[in-house]
């Protein structure tokens, strides 16, 4: 992986649980980090779900593995859209990169 190919720039987000006005936990994204990354579209395919047509597009981002924590209850905010991370790998050995595979569904 060469570091020149990371050429987007992309928001980790993670999730928190805080409790709303009347005592109930809801779920809050927050800026985790801001990284270069590397994008590769992945295709994608729409389904019939409860009498809506949805679109799933799977993306996977590449990024530098520099003290991040990061796993698969994260998202990235990109270009205004958010993915959902389902699944992470790490690439070129020693930890130098990691490959998140997402799904944006829209």
Known sequence: MQIGKLDRRVVLESPTR???SYGEETLVWG???EVWAMV????????????KI???????????NI????DETYRILYKTKYY??????EI?????FLELLTENRD
């Open 84 to 89: 959902y991370i389902q699944a992470i790998n």
């Open 31 to 33: 800026e985790y980090r």
């Open 92 to 96: 070129d050995g020693r930890e130098m």
């Open 67 to 70: 003290d991040i924590t990061v």
């Open 18 to 20: 805080v409790a709303n």
């Open 40 to 51: 590769e579209w992945n295709g994608g395919d729409e389904k019939e779900e409860s009498d």
């Open 54 to 64: 949805t679109a799933k597009t799977k993306n996977t981002f590449t990024i530098r």
